[in-house]
């Protein structure tokens, strides 16, 4: 079960790492696309990346229920599995 619940865990931090990096691409390309500015782009860049943070926050409280449901369905096919091969090997 904590092999399944670990791979949960990294597969939610590489998914909001992979949005997260997405959107602050997107972010960045189009400020040095539509600025020219010194001062603009750094304050566009800053700003969005806020925003991007803000965002991720806000993401995180509104799926916050289904992550917990899928945490609950990583923990019980864990748990099966670990239990059917613990037995295969104590049988064996």
């Not at 943070?53 to 748990?79: D, E, H, K, R, S």
Request: aromatic share 10%; charged share 5%; net charge positive.
């Amino acid at each position: 079960m904590n092999n399944a619940l670990a791979l949960f865990k990294g597969l939610l931090i590489a998914a909001i790492v992979v949005v997260d990096g997405w959107a602050l691409f997107q972010v960045v390309s189009y400020t040095l696309q539509n600025c020219h500015n010194g001062l603009a782009i750094v304050l566009m860049i800053g700003v969005g990346s806020i925003g991007v943070l803000l965002l991720t926050a806000l993401m995180a409280w509104v799926i916050q229920p289904a992550v917990y449901l899928l945490t609950f369905l990583f923990a019980i096919i864990g748990g099966i599995t670990e239990w059917v091969l613990n037995r295969r090997r104590s049988h064996a």
